[in-house]
């Protein structure tokens, strides 16, 4: 769902569908947590250490400081805290910046008001800094929250509403229905703003719309989503090895170009949570059955989206009013009083009346909490395609032995319009012996009283982790429907296959989702982060040599510069040892080793570094310790080191399959290169040229796809 803010009073002006995006944020943000990113672990510090992201202030890590603030601008120039809005040629090409197909866009209060609150910037947490919206975790969940945009001005107040999209205004939610049964969106044939609807697969991955899935890699490049997967590795590539061409070297096109990489970073992070809330509406039972659920404030939805009915939009309005119950406490506890509200704006106390229970004196009682969502000890699984993430179907004939996300839910339960009519799984809900009947009970209906219904349990299949328990079932079963007392006496008039879905069927069903929701989202972060390229010296120890007396000079701006030919003078070939390191993957339910292999594509090496602005041709620039322990600084009023990162990229070489970058765990694995930075000399002044205690260099590989 959508929000709008006035500085008061969080405010929502929604269109419910998906989880909303309150819940999205809490599930990202706990992913993050477990994930390879969260920057605690060994591992996590280890990649931190090879994008460089050890060298950015965590607390805002993308942003410069002598920058001013971000502006939308019409062309991916570099600064404070921008993202780049880049439609398909240009990723794809990788060309210089063209103001064409490029567009700078801004944070906005809008997302930050979504996030878990001590993101909100209400109250400041002394563990997560000033802006901790702005942080790794802050630009994931920016990509969650802006996946679910819909049409500039359907918001209900435009002037609070987020940024419109520069290039295709339209409800991106449209884009968010996948049926793993039918490999369709499951909307039967839509009208209106779902009339051009695409498998949330295909929006997901950048992919051709391929209805056979035949292929993982081929892009599509026409596609609308400029967030996809797809974007979100061609970003990382480019976060990590972008320089302008025929640009001389200067402060002002180093410190721009540095910028834009940041900007870069920050685009890939958002554009992978873009993919995980895709991922996280496959725990939506509606999302994969095609059941619409969307409602508009402003009554604009008329010429656009249909408006569900109210029981449509239960199971995820209970979901994020169990999260926003307790987002609210956490303000309350850090002493604010704003509110979060949970669902769109103009039906909000309707749907706080109806879920809301108070004891005997007035007293609001939390509803069942989601501490077994974010606590859970649910698996995080593990594929070697990012596409499995969402569904197996290409893998894995039978409904019940697919491992994907989207998978298990479709298979495991009901929704308000869609029973088992149609699907293969559940069964119908009477008479059938895989069900355990519970016991007629009272269940309180706001407004209509004391109904009388019975709880079915049902045992979800699990094919990724069969022998994972979860907490809370009857016998291994867990509370998916209900029937009426009417439905058992009665049934000539009924549709038999037809049960209902209360409050505790809602949190039996929530409570099985969304940990899960969060391990898959975890699993594809680390899946996109997961490659590893190691460099080893070679037998010499050394890794490149130059000539310091050949002619140079020093520009205005610290570069040096080589009398002969006006290029940068430094190190122009460096002599490596590579292997890659990629952990092969154990795939989740079948336990099947896969092979992290790189396939065809092209290698470069990357040197990250800073300048010594005060480096003299004499080394009369440096500092020096003489025998007596004493340290002269040089007289270099601009300071011995520059405050922004350069980088320097070599000519690519190509690589042909496992032969030209072996899989290794030791040296004797890896296989020499020779990398030419003719083109874009390391400077012989740089500085904090290291990465570890050994590797100067980046190696990075891309597939080319």
Known sequence: MKHCFPISLIMICSSAKAFNLESHALFTDTAFGKSILNGETADSKALYTRLGFDRMTENRPFSQSDIQPCVAVNAGIGGKDHYIDATAPWVDTEATQNSTLLRTRCPFLFEQRSMPPAYTGFFVDPNLGPTPWLRFEGWLMRGVIREDDFKFGKYDNPTLSPDQDPWEDEFRSVHHFYDPTTNSTGLGAPAGAFANATRSTTWALGLIDNPNWATDQAPNLIRGNHFSYMDARRLFWLAMTYKETGTAPSTAASLRQSNFRDNLWATTLKSVGHVVHLLQDGASPQHVRGEGHSFLCNGNWRDDLPEAPMATRNFENFANFRVTFEFDQALVTAGVNNKYTFANFCEDQKWRKMFRTVDSEGR????????????????????SVQRKFFTTRLEDTAINSRRGLMDYTNRGFYTERKFSLGFQSPPVLMNDPSFEQGEFGDLVVTELGTVKVKTLYWQVPDAAAPSYVDPGLRNGKAAIASNEFWQFYEPSNLVLERGNLTLPNLVAMQDLLAPRAIAYTTGLINFFFRGKLTVDPIAQRVFAVMNQGDPHTMNADGYPIRTSNGQIFGFEKIRLRVRNSTDPITESGTNNVVPQGVGNGKLVAVARYHRNPCYKPDLTGERII???????????????????QEISVSAPLTITGNAGLPFGTTIADSVEKIFDFAADPIPVNATDLFIRSFAHFSVIFQWLA
């Open 626 to 644: 003489d025998f007596n322990n004493t340290l002269t600084e040089p007289n270099c009023p601009q300071g011995m080191r520059t405050n922004y």
């Open 364 to 383: 609001e009682i939390p509803p069942a909490n989601t501490l077994r969502w974010t606590a859970s000890t649910y698996p995080v699984p593990n594929f």
